[in-house]
Nanobody, 124 residues
Framework: QVQLVESGGGLVQPGGSLRLSCAVS????????MGWYRQAPGKERELVAG???????IYVDSVKGRFTNYRDNAKNTVYLQMNSLKPEDAAVYYC??????????????????WGQGTQLTVSS
C-alpha cells in the first residue's frame, strides 16, 4: 500500500513564499519519480512540476523560475518551494508518486497514487 501525505499549504500574500512537503510511504521506492499537480476551482488538474529518481526536476512554464522541486530520498519526501506567489497559483496542490517523467517532453505522467491535497490560498 502506498501513502502520500502532503503538508505546508496555507494562506500567503501575493509575492510571498511557501513550501509544500509530500512524504511517501509504502511499496513505492524512495527513488520513484514524483510530481506535483494543482487544481483550482472549476479547472482541471494540471501538472506543476516533476522530479526524477536522480533529483532532476521539470517545471511548467507558468512556475519556472519561481518554484523549486527537490527531494530528500533519505526522508522519502519531496518538496515544492514556491516563491513570488501569484493569485493564479491558488489551488489545491496534490503530489503523485511512481509515475513516469519525460525529460524530452518536460512532462510527468502520473500514476494512480495521489496524496490528499493541500490548499494554497494567495490573497492580500
Amino acid at each position: 500500500q502506498v501513502q502520500l501525505v502532503e503538508s505546508g499549504g496555507g494562506l500567503v500574500q501575493p509575492g510571498g513564499s511557501l513550501r509544500l512537503s509530500c512524504a511517501v510511504s509504502g511499496s513505492i521506492g524512495s527513488r520513484s519519480a514524483m510530481g506535483w499537480y494543482r487544481q483550482a476551482p472549476g479547472k482541471e488538474r494540471e501538472l506543476v512540476a516533476g522530479i526524477g529518481s536522480g533529483g532532476s526536476p521539470i517545471y511548467v512554464d507558468s512556475v519556472k523560475g519561481r518554484f523549486t522541486n527537490y527531494r530528500d530520498n533519505a526522508k522519502n519526501t519531496v518538496y515544492l518551494q514556491m516563491n513570488s506567489l501569484k493569485p493564479e497559483d491558488a489551488a489545491v496542490y496534490y503530489c503523485n508518486a511512481g509515475g513516469v517523467i519525460d525529460y524530452s517532453g518536460r512532462y510527468y505522467h502520473p500514476s494512480a497514487y495521489w496524496g490528499q491535497g493541500t490548499q494554497l490560498t494567495v490573497s492580500s
